[in-house]
């Protein structure tokens, strides 16, 4: 099975994978640094703040982190925040309405839930699009958002 490109044993060597993305990209914060993928290479701000353990694990995984960030750019490019880096996005539809895109398992997926005022549970939920890809899950959502805007255009 492959995860991000590379040959991995099982979805819990995947899952250990993202931990250790979410644990360098937490420190990094912590210490006042932003991670930044621009072509080929990771641009590290306030860098001198960054532990030498914790630059070498970026270098070490570079191609993970790289993915990561990648995706993180292109849902910014399409209006969605990070809810987490390289793995949850969020983009609100109306007051009442958001959308998210999470890989779940082996696959992505994003869907819209519908809430209402005072009820903490969603009212409604559509799945928008399930697939392998989180490219091709981001231009489904982005459509979703195309359509709802031209028909609310009617």
């Not at 006042?32 to 970026?58: F, M, Q, V, W």
């Not at 969603?122 to 958002?145: D, R």
């Amino acid at each position: 099975m492959t995860f991000l490109g590379m040959e991995i044993e099982t979805m819990m060597e995947a899952s250990l994978y993202k931990m250790e993305f979410e644990k360098i990209m937490n420190a990094a914060r912590l210490a006042g640094c932003d991670l930044l993928a621009e072509g080929e290479y990771i641009r590290i701000t306030n860098s001198g703040h960054l532990p030498s353990s914790i630059k070498e694990k970026i270098k070490e995984h570079k191609s993970l982190f790289l993915e990561f960030l990648n995706r993180d750019t292109q849902a910014k490019q399409v209006g969605f925040m990070i809810g987490i880096s390289g793995e949850v996005y969020t983009r609100s539809l109306s007051k009442n309405s958001i959308v998210y895109i999470e890989q779940i398992g082996g696959n992505w997926e994003a869907w819209r839930e519908t809430y209402q005022k005072n009820n903490q549970r969603a009212i409604s939920v559509k799945v928008i699009c399930n697939a392998a890809t989180f490219e091709y899950v981001l231009l489904k959502a982005n459509s979703y958002f195309d359509y709802i805007e031209r028909k609310s255009l009617y």
